[in-house]
Each structure stands twice: as structure tokens, then as C-alpha cells.
């Protein structure tokens, strides 16, 4: 019996590195805009070569790039890319089709709804509060919650033990083979794919079931929850 559904944020909910690569792609058209001698490709791949080194997160990026590529950080130019990064990033945050009809649905089917995310805290926060997804979610575990990323096991334990559910009873959805699934899997839990999300052209995922839309995992979890009854 499912009775909790527990789900990643991004790349799994929204289309995160959509949003990320038109941020990017702003900041580096206004910092080019406001004197940086450097084309503009040249300077994107500069920014997600210390991202992927890094941490897709990283708040300090910007600096990282012009101190590395330049000696010094002019803020005027950090200045454009910071302000031509967050607007962007507001305009192209967007949910997956049918994440809102998927998440009210199994909402009236009695399921709870918690999240894992390797992100931070806040940046986790403002993205659920951002999307409108606040209301659905019983309990958020960020990285701060437990000092550890999927496919530790300590994230998944800490949002099962603060819904009080046993792994059994509960089905992870996540992007991330590597992290989602096999650190859920190897709890115990259920485990489903977020095809449509891949971005690390994953062959196989190991899951139980893989989603080539998120609404898929309504019929999902009713066909479970139909068998245990």
C-alpha cells in the first residue's frame, strides 16, 4: 500500500536546467553588455565548467568566473550578470506539464507528499513557494537537514521518519538514477524514474516504474495501493 509519495524538486517537478541555462545565458548577455571582453559562448562554458566542478548551486559563481578569467571582480559586471541571472531565472521558472493535476489528484486519494532534495535550504524554499507547490507537501528535507546528499540514506530516512511512514509504504520519485532511485531502492522503497528529466543520458534507471509524464505515477500508485487491498 503506497501511502506516501516523496519527490525530488528539480528536473523532476520543474524543468530546472531549462531554467538554469536561460539564467545563465541573461547574465552572461548582460555582463558582455556592460564592458566584459570576453564572447559570449566563451564565457558560458566558463561558468558551467566551474558549475559541473563545483555544484550546479553555487551562489558565488560569477565572482568565481571573473576572478579566474580576469585577476579582479568589477562590480558593475558582477552587478549585470546577478541582476540579468535572478530575472531571467524568474521568468523561466516552470513547472512539467500536469505536475499540479498529478499532485491534486493524489492528494484527493488520501497519498502524502513530502520532498527530498540535495539542494539548499532556502533555494529549495523559494523554488516549491515560487512554483505554488507549497500547500502539497507535508514535510521538506533539504541538504541542511541531514549534512548528507541521495543517495545517502539519511535523507530518505528523515523524511519517512517525520511522515512516520515505513519505506515500504512509500515511492520515490526522482531524476537522478544514481541518487534517487538507488538510495531509495536500497531502503526499501518504491521507486520511480523521471524519464521526461533526464539530463545525464541514464540507459537504464533501475526503478520499478519509469514516468515519461508525471501524471503517469497517479495510475501508478493506484495500481498498488488496488493490488494491497
Request: no cysteine.
Given at each position: 500500500?503506497i ?47 566551474i ?144 524519464k ?27 495500481r498498488?495501493n488496488?493490488?494491497?487491498?
Amino acid at each position: 500500500m503506497i501511502k506516501a509519495v516523496i519527490l525530488d524538486i528539480d528536473n523532476t517537478l520543474m524543468d530546472f536546467m531549462r531554467m538554469k541555462r536561460a539564467a545563465v545565458d541573461a547574465a552572461v548577455d548582460a555582463m558582455i553588455d556592460a564592458g566584459l571582453p570576453m564572447h559570449k559562448e566563451q564565457l558560458r562554458e566558463k561558468i558551467f565548467e566551474i558549475y559541473w566542478k563545483e555544484g550546479i548551486e553555487d551562489q558565488n559563481i560569477f565572482d568565481k568566473v571573473l576572478m579566474k578569467e580576469f585577476g579582479k571582480v568589477d562590480p558593475k559586471i558582477l552587478a549585470a550578470g546577478i541582476i540579468g541571472y535572478k530575472r531571467a531565472k524568474e521568468g523561466h521558472m516552470t513547472l512539467y506539464p500536469h505536475v499540479k493535476m498529478a499532485l491534486t489528484d493524489l492528494l484527493k486519494m488520501g497519498v502524502r507528499m513530502g520532498v527530498v532534495s540535495d539542494a539548499p535550504r532556502l533555494s529549495v524554499w523559494m523554488r516549491i513557494v515560487g512554483l505554488g507547490l507549497h500547500h502539497y507537501f507535508e514535510h521538506v528535507v533539504t541538504f541542511e537537514d541531514t549534512g548528507e546528499k541521495k543517495p545517502s540514506p539519511k535523507p530518505f530516512k528523515k523524511v519517512l521518519s517525520l511522515m512516520e511512514v515505513e519505506p515500504a509504504a512509500a515511492i520515490m520519485v526522482g531524476d537522478w538514477a544514481e541518487r534517487d532511485i538507488k538510495g531509495a531502492k536500497a531502503l526499501g522503497m518504491k521507486t520511480a524514474w523521471a524519464k521526461y528529466g533526464n539530463e545525464f543520458d541514464t540507459p537504464v534507471s533501475g526503478a520499478d516504474y519509469e514516468l515519461d509524464d508525471i501524471y503517469d505515477l497517479v495510475a501508478i500508485v493506484r495500481r498498488e495501493n488496488e493490488k494491497a487491498r
